[in-house]
């Protein structure tokens, strides 16, 4: 298996259009291709595909800009009553990642304290979870096994279709110095990427990254929000001014 340089990278989400939906909020505005990212009892996630066709990876970083591709952070309370249903039912948010034995009780405990809104519960949470090393990764060989079937010079879509039809989604596209680099999460601990240049498979990979927890802040939160991976790790912090997420970076 041939291993991809991670240094260098900005992260972007992309959907894929593979089983995806269409979604019309309360207030008009409609999302196209809807995948769920992630979600808790207020709250979903989800990528969006704002087109029917499809696009390029060349051509990736334009649809981004233009809002064509992106993501968006939703109230629950926003959706129509079938479709609140359909992401509390059918996109379960049980954790898959295995839990520590004895420890358990804490740890579930703890990972419930890093979705609180209070950003003390959450930081001392994480703390908890990183000194106790309460988070344990599952094991990693059964998505060697997966990735094995993967043929170095297959096209996008062929590499989408295999991992379709076993069950695993597309969900972020990276951006490097030369290739586009798309992002399968495999479970709550790990991810396969797949390096694509000119439109085929050139490398691929499979690495722990534990699943990050999604917490959106207050109406009207101005300053830095920190959220966390579920093994304690803090996430890149995000600014907001008035509610609004802005492109400031953490000193």
């Given amino acids: 298996m041939r291993m991809l340089p991670l240094r260098a990278m900005t992260f972007l989400l992309i959907a894929t259009v593979i089983h995806a939906e269409d979604w019309?909020?309360?207030?008009?505005?409609?999302?196209?291709?809807?995948?769920?990212?992630?979600?808790?009892?207020?709250?979903?996630?989800v990528s969006y595909v704002?087109?029917?066709?499809?696009?390029?990876?060349?051509?990736?970083?334009?649809?981004i800009q233009q809002g064509i591709v992106g993501t968006a952070i939703l109230p629950i309370s926003s959706l129509d009553e079938v479709t609140q249903q359909h992401v509390l039912n059918d996109h379960p948010t049980e954790l898959k990642a295995s839990l520590p034995g004895s420890n358990a009780p804490?740890?579930?405990?703890?990972?419930?304290?890093?979705?609180?809104?209070?950003?003390?519960?959450?930081?001392?949470?994480?703390?908890?979870?990183?000194?106790?090393?309460?988070?344990?990764?599952?094991?990693?060989?059964?998505?060697?096994?997966?990735?094995?079937?993967?043929?170095?010079?297959?096209?996008?879509?062929?590499v989408i279709d295999y991992l379709h039809k076993r069950g695993i989604a597309l969900k972020l596209?990276?951006?490097?110095?030369?290739?586009?680099?798309?992002?399968?999460?495999?479970?709550?601990?790990w991810v396969l990427l797949c390096a694509i240049n000119h439109a085929v498979l050139t490398e691929y990979g499979i690495y722990e990254e534990p699943r990050e927890t999604i917490v959106v802040p207050p109406p009207q939160f101005s300053g830095f929000?920190?959220?966390?991976?579920?093994?304690?790790?803090?996430?890149?912090?995000?600014?907001?001014?008035?509610?609004?997420?802005?492109?400031?970076?953490?000193?």
């Fill in 24 to 45: 019309t909020t309360t207030d008009g505005k409609t999302y196209q291709n809807v995948t769920v990212v992630s979600h808790d009892s207020t709250v979903v996630t």
């Fill in 225 to 251: 929000w920190y959220t966390y991976r579920i093994n304690g790790e803090a996430m890149r912090p995000c600014y907001y001014d008035r509610g609004k997420p802005m492109n400031v970076e953490a000193r």
């Fill in 50 to 63: 704002n087109t029917s066709a499809y696009i390029a990876p060349s051509d990736l970083n334009k649809a």
């Fill in 173 to 189: 596209s990276t951006l490097s110095r030369t290739n586009v680099v798309i992002h399968f999460p495999l479970d709550d601990s």
């Fill in 106 to 158: 804490e740890y579930v405990k703890a990972l419930t304290d890093l979705c609180s809104q209070s950003p003390d519960v959450r930081s001392k949470a994480a703390e908890f979870i990183r000194d106790n090393h309460l988070y344990k990764s599952t094991p990693r060989h059964p998505w060697e096994k997966l990735a094995a079937g993967l043929k170095i010079g297959e096209s996008v879509p062929e």
